[in-house]
């Protein structure tokens, strides 16, 4: 079948704005959109810019805009789209290096700021920090997060304030403010504990939505502002 695909280009080096390419290309139902990028790139138009590296849904270096949604492109098949124009464009709220490629200098500054490694201040155990299968359970689904930024894409008030932390940083605040092997509970909640922090998020759900893992984003960061408030009560 043939597909049609609309593709943002932009070069800062020689384009003074974006624009859109459109390309045409015969594919499979079952294609990747990821492999439709390749045959482009490799049998048309060398110049075109996107980042990959897996191809399976582990590194999360291909997250795009993919008819409007953010997603990644080695997860999405040619037959989600069928009968459409197939418009590929760079993840929102991050500036363009180069046709699909953004900037994400600033997304991993945020997941750095909420210190992403277990911190611990008890005496170091002889063999490993041993965790309860029950507390693992209740981490083992924020621990898919693979940092694709598809959710801080899809976020409508990261899109609009780009102070907001962002929903991947706060489901690795969420993984850590509940592993019963770190001993910074409150300074962790404190961390995300202001008006850009865990607070502005208002329930759009869109991250939930975006996330190719399905983790519940939303739900993690209402528990976060739940237990920020139980423990300021608890001190009070
Ligand atoms: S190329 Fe690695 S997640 Fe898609």
């Not at 911190?119 to 965790?131: G, I, M, N, V, W």
Request: proline share 6%.
């Amino acid at each position: 079948m043939e597909v049609n695909f609309k593709i943002y280009r932009f070069d800062p080096e020689t384009d003074s704005k974006p624009y859109y390419r459109d390309y045409t290309i015969t594919a499979n139902p079952t294609d990747r959109i990821l492999d439709c990028l390749n045959r482009i790139k490799w049998e048309q138009d060398g110049t075109l810019s996107y980042r990959m590296s897996c191809g399976h849904g582990v590194c999360g270096s291909d997250a795009m805009k993919i008819n409007g949604r953010c997603a990644l492109a080695c997860q999405k098949l040619v037959k989600d789209y069928e009968g459409k124009e197939i418009i590929l464009e760079p993840l929102p709220s991050y500036k363009v290096l180069k046709d699909l490629i953004v900037d994400l200098d600033p997304f991993f500054e945020k997941v750095k700021f909420v210190q992403p490694y277990l911190l611990s201040t008890t005496a170091l155990p002889e063999k490993e920090r041993l965790q309860s299968p029950e507390n693992s359970k209740k981490l083992d689904i924020a621990i898919r997060c693979i940092l694709c930024a598809c959710c801080m894409g899809a976020c409508p008030v990261l899109n609009e304030n780009e102070r907001f932390l962002g929903p991947a940083p706060l489901v690795w605040a969420f993984r850590y403010i509940f592993d019963s092997r770190d001993t910074q509970y409150l300074e962790r909640l404190k961390q995300v504990d202001y008006s850009h922090g865990a607070w502005a998020c208002v329930n759009y759900y869109e991250c939930t939505r975006a996330c190719p893992k399905e983790i519940p984003i939303t739900k993690y960061i209402n528990t976060i502002k739940r237990e920020i408030q139980k423990s300021k009560d608890t001190n009070r």
